[in-house]
């Protein structure tokens, strides 16, 4: 095939992965627009020790419900593999078993939830007017935990048959909710720092509302009724306890590298435990953005090895990370022109403006640095190899915080953000060496094209 023949396959594939990644992209912004909520209206109540307290809530949660975010990456890339077979009836049932394991672990964590709040947030630490505050915000938000759960197997589900527009649509949906419901707690009914996390928990209700409608318009037709024992099949669910099994284990590790991360900062003093909470905003913004094109690559891979394509698995790993790779530096320029002006909209503690200027530019190097990982992350969780994932990331732990505990030392807050630098880089390090392995067990290419 000549260069001109390829190049409308390669503009094809441009198109494809745009078109998918785009929506997603503004849908994973739409996210952190919570976080971001509840920051800002945390860093006009007052004091820095409000606006701490809102923070390690929101860490509590990041480890609570993030901590099972194998529940969104798992669904989609096994919803994303039975969508590329064409096998609806596998799809439907791998839906239906994550829903039962998301309610069956909300339900357990309201059992436990005052034993787990208070021991979490000890494990934190902060001063006692945090520690307190966090304590407040916990128990406002818990109750939505099955609710906020069921979240994640909707957009895995969404994501992994590549309906993003309607993904798009429901984040959309939750972020206003929240954001209505934040300003008639906080300002209407003026129930301050309790208000900001029953904003959340109402807003994770309602999403699931509207989850569960789009489950059911989209419901595969002309399938038999699904019988339990199809549910209850032993080779999926130990292949389903296997993915996610290892997808937590990974989750656990990079929770794990955040909750040491705000730990060392808090043992900086409220100022520095509430500017890195701040500038964190701007890691998880960029985050959530270039996700977008590592949820794409989750669907495209996922699909690809489905259909047994190896060429269509090299396309979608490619053209994503040339995308992934634009996005990081736009990322980048924008922290490092805008940053300022960002970090005065969010609070107007000048201690706490002071401290996140200082340390900006380590967050508008981190996009740079990241991106790789972010990436390879999709492109293992659509092929569902989730064992080296996980290995990954117990290596890039382990150079994390030997890292943190060389550079703290000397070098105080500056040392914390070079250490989480390394981490990010250590993400995609590990991963890129085992990608042949993804291609290799694919198989030949073929000529099926992915629908």
Sequence with gaps: MSGAEALPDQRGWHRRVLTLAFPIVLANLTQPILGAVDTAVAGHLGSAADLGGVALGGLFFNFVFWG??????????????????????????NVVRALLLAFAIGAAILLIQSPLIRYALDGIGGSAKVQHNASVYCQARIGSAPFALANYVVLGY???????????????????????????????????????????????????????CVLWKLRPRGLAPLALRTVLEPAALKRLVAINRDIFLRTLCLLGSFGWFARLGAKQGDAILAANALLLNFQTFMAYGLDGFAHAAEALVGAAIGAGNRNAFRQAVKINLLWSALGALGFSAIYWVCGPWIIEQLTDQQSVRVAAQTFLPWTALSPLVSVWGFLLDGVFIGATRTRELMQAMVVSLAVFLCASWALVGPFGNHGLWVALLIFMAARGLTLSPLLPRVSGAIGPASSATLR
């Design 158 to 212: 969404l994501l992994g048959t590549q309906r993003v527009r309607i993904a798009l649509a429901s984040q959309i949906f939750i972020n206003l909710s929240n954001v209505v419901a934040v300003l008639a707690y906080v300002y209407g009914l003026h129930w301050g720092i309790a208000g900001i996390g029953a904003a959340t928990a109402t807003a994770d209700t309602l999403g699931f509302v509207f989850g569960a």
């Design 68 to 93: 099972f975010g194998f529940l969104r990456m798992g669904t989609t890339g096994l919803v994303a593999q039975s969508f590329g077979a064409r096998d609806f009836s596998a799809l439907r049932a």
